[in-house]
């Protein structure tokens, strides 16, 4: 007989997950594994929630799948109104999907038909260079990670890419520290007017840059001068808080640090803390007024789901009545400060960067030059099965700002983790490294 899962696991013979409770997860040989990758920065509030787990039922066993075509609902609606006092979005309107993809997917469909409603064109989407916005076609095309496109072009060819704040190996050196945001702001505006009056239609970034470059926080002038450069070129901004959301940086959402209002915003991940595929299209008032008008050509068969919608509640409300953000906040910065105190004088770290419970460490060949290793010493890789070894669950964050070198860590645990853990998960991730 056939029938095999298509196996994502890299390394032969991947363990069995058996169960996982708060931060721990347990496998079915009985080994324990600190999850503080939060798996892929996806867990906010903890494994095993019963609350949550409690409200899936109850809205599976009332109504699991209505079509959004046909039915609305209270608990659609009611997770609408809970939204709107926590998202960074004027007059938020909120497109529920299954993941980080679709809301991307859907957020690209939306600046497009934002422009064609108002009677323009403007068909181009400027993304950053070591960006990752997702797996789909269009995700991809806004994302700049070259490895990851390759093998997959010819590209649709409507996407450019403009450089990511990076303050450990800053783009712009000569006005870094003080200036380097206006500095990146210039060069966005610079690529905005290259490609032509008219012609882009968004900006899309996460404020906070995740994955693909391990928790880069940009200066505190990027993000007004870029929202500025943006609102004078009549160009949307496209905040990714796929994985930034949901308490993630100490904030309800990255924008929330710089007072950023995006036009349109996408989440994921936290939001349904992985109890659901859940994914966010999220647009302001304005937005939504101008494509509602003219019709939104879109939809998918699991867009507003209801179980989906449940879900999201249940883990919006567990964040606000435990008080998560905060708590991301305040354990975030003792994982910070921990690790700088255990890793900070190793010959290796170059820097240790984040905010809120979003860390990342970066390895280096060489500390004085920056110089990062070779790519075929597999550093990172090497690093995170070392920890896996100890029972620690970290996540791999390869390529730096170039879209293509570096060695890089990335912290996420549950917004649960409690001080202990914090020292449990920097003893051991020091062991591995
Ligand atoms: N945007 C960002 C910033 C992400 O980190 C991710 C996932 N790592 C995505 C989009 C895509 O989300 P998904 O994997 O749920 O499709």
Same mark, same amino acid.
């Given at each position: 007989?056939?029938?095999?899962?298509?196996?994502?696991?890299?390394?032969?013979?991947?363990?069995?997950?058996?169960?996982?409770?708060?931060?721990?997860?347990?496998?079915?040989?009985?080994?324990?594994?600190?999850?503080?990758?939060?798996?892929?920065?996806?867990?906010?509030?903890?494994?095993?929630?019963?609350?949550?787990?409690?409200?899936?039922?109850?809205?599976?066993?009332?109504?699991?799948?209505?079509?959004?075509?046909?039915?609305?609902?209270?608990?659609?609606?009611?997770?609408?109104?809970?939204?709107?006092?926590?998202?960074?979005?004027?007059?938020?309107?909120?497109?529920?999907?299954?993941?980080?993809?679709?809301?991307?997917?859907?957020?690209?469909?939306?600046?497009?038909?934002?422009?064609?409603?108002?009677?323009?064109?403007?068909?181009?989407?400027?993304?950053?260079?070591?960006?990752?916005?997702?797996?789909?076609?269009?995700?991809?095309?806004?994302?700049? #990670?070259?490895?990851?496109?390759?093998?997959?072009?010819? @590209?649709?060819?409507?996407?450019?890419?403009?450089?990511?704040?990076?303050?450990?190996?800053?783009?712009?050196?000569?006005?870094?520290?003080?200036?380097?945001?206006?500095?990146?702001?210039?060069?966005?505006?610079?690529?905005?007017?290259?490609?032509?009056?008219?012609?882009?239609?968004?900006?899309?970034?996460?404020?906070?840059?995740?994955?693909?470059?391990?928790?880069?926080?940009?200066?505190?002038?990027? @993000?007004?001068?870029?929202?500025?450069?943006?609102?004078?070129?009549?160009?949307?901004?496209?905040?990714?808080?796929?994985?930034?959301?949901?308490? #993630?940086?100490?904030?309800?959402?990255?924008?929330?640090? @710089?007072?950023?209002?995006?036009?349109?915003?996408?989440?994921?991940?936290?939001?349904?803390?992985?109890? @659901?595929?859940?994914?966010?299209?999220?647009?302001?008032?304005?937005?939504?007024?101008?494509?509602?008008?003219?019709?939104?050509?879109?939809?998918?068969?699991?867009?507003?789901?209801?179980?989906?919608?449940?879900?999201?509640?249940?883990?919006?409300?567990?964040?606000?009545?435990?008080?998560?953000?905060?708590?991301?906040?305040? #354990?975030?910065?003792?994982?910070?400060?921990?690790?700088?105190?255990?890793?900070?004088?190793?010959?290796?770290?170059?820097?240790?960067?984040?905010?809120?419970?979003?860390?990342?460490?970066?390895?280096?060949?060489?500390?004085?030059?920056?110089?990062?290793?070779? #790519?075929?010493?597999r550093v990172t890789e090497r690093v995170v099965a070392a920890a896996r070894e100890l029972g620690l669950l970290v996540y791999s964050s390869t390529g730096c700002a170039d879209g293509s070198r570096g060695d890089l860590v990335l912290l996420g645990p549950p917004l649960v983790v409690t001080s202990e853990e914090v020292t449990e998960i920097v003893d051991l991730l020091t062991r591995a490294v």
């Amino acid at each position: 007989m056939s029938g095999h899962v298509f196996s994502r696991a890299t390394a032969a013979g991947p363990p069995r997950v058996s169960h996982a409770r708060g931060v721990q997860m347990f496998d079915e040989e009985g080994r324990r594994y600190l999850d503080a990758a939060g798996g892929a920065i996806v867990v906010g509030v903890g494994h095993g929630r019963g609350e949550v787990v409690a409200a899936m039922a109850e809205q599976a066993g009332a109504v699991a799948y209505a079509h959004g075509s046909v039915f609305t609902s209270e608990v659609l609606e009611t997770y609408a109104l809970e939204l709107a006092e926590v998202l960074p979005v004027d007059d938020p309107r909120v497109y529920p999907v299954s993941g980080g993809s679709e809301a991307v997917e859907t957020a690209l469909k939306m600046a497009r038909a934002y422009h064609l409603a108002r009677g323009e064109d403007r068909s181009v989407v400027i993304g950053r260079v070591g960006a990752y916005h997702g797996n789909s076609r269009g995700a991809l095309d806004v994302s700049g #990670r070259p490895s990851l496109r390759r093998p997959y072009e010819p @590209w649709l060819g409507h996407a450019r890419h403009t450089s990511t704040p990076y303050e450990y190996r800053c783009p712009f050196p000569d006005s870094h520290p003080v200036g380097c945001g206006a500095r990146q702001a210039e060069a966005l505006e610079e690529l905005i007017t290259s490609v032509g009056p008219g012609q882009v239609a968004a900006f899309i970034a996460e404020p906070v840059a995740g994955a693909a470059l391990g928790a880069c926080v940009p200066p505190d002038d990027y @993000w007004p001068a870029v929202a500025e450069v943006c609102r004078r070129h009549g160009v949307l901004v496209i905040a990714d808080e796929v994985m930034t959301g949901f308490g #993630r940086t100490g904030a309800w959402f990255g924008s929330d640090h @710089w007072g950023l209002r995006p036009d349109l915003l996408t989440a994921g991940k936290g939001a349904s803390s992985g109890y @659901w595929p859940l994914g966010l299209a999220v647009a302001s008032g304005p937005v939504h007024e101008a494509i509602s008008t003219a019709g939104f050509v879109h939809g998918f068969t699991h867009s507003h789901h209801q179980v989906g919608a449940a879900t999201g509640l249940a883990v919006l409300r567990r964040l606000r009545e435990e008080r998560l953000v905060e708590a991301s906040a305040d #354990r975030g910065a003792q994982l910070a400060a921990e690790i700088v105190r255990s890793l900070g004088a190793h010959p290796n770290v170059g820097d240790v960067r984040g905010r809120g419970l979003l860390v990342g460490v970066e390895f280096v060949a060489d500390r004085e030059s920056r110089e990062p290793f070779d #790519r075929s010493l597999r550093v990172t890789e090497r690093v995170v099965a070392a920890a896996r070894e100890l029972g620690l669950l970290v996540y791999s964050s390869t390529g730096c700002a170039d879209g293509s070198r570096g060695d890089l860590v990335l912290l996420g645990p549950p917004l649960v983790v409690t001080s202990e853990e914090v020292t449990e998960i920097v003893d051991l991730l020091t062991r591995a490294v």
